[in-house]
């Protein structure tokens, strides 16, 4: 009975250590930019926790590090703002894909003369 009840809180314990220590790991993510007419150039990517930073490069690819919990966002002038949180299945893929929605501005009426 002792050594069935020592080898569970073993059990337990090591997987509240493992857990821990994902969530404080950092490591890299990769992923493609893409909006409904393809790859997107320049998005600015960044880990708003660490402020750490880059941009997509010409075939929309980008490389960052992060840490479980950690918010990604990406911007650019044509683009509505995306945020995404690092979960486990971006810890265990390491791939973050983004599609991105085309800003559209609506202009005042006017009349040509």
Do not use: C
Not at 28 to 54: F, P
Not at 61 to 66: A, L, Q, S, T
């Amino acid at each position: 009975m002792n050594r069935k009840l020592l080898l569970f809180l073993s059990l337990v314990l090591s997987v509240g250590f493992l857990a821990q220590a994902q969530i404080n790991e950092k490591f890299w993510i990769q992923g493609k930019v893409i909006d409904s007419a393809g790859v997107v150039k320049d998005v600015n990517v960044i880990n708003l926790k660490t402020y750490k930073g880059t941009f997509t490069i010409d075939f929309g690819d980008y490389k960052i590090v992060v840490s479980i919990g950690d918010t990604v966002q990406f911007t650019s002038v044509n683009h509505q703002t995306v945020r995404r949180i690092v979960n486990n299945l971006i810890y265990t893929s390491e791939v973050l894909d983004v599609f991105m929605p085309v800003k559209t501005e609506e202009l005042d009426e006017f009349d040509l003369k």
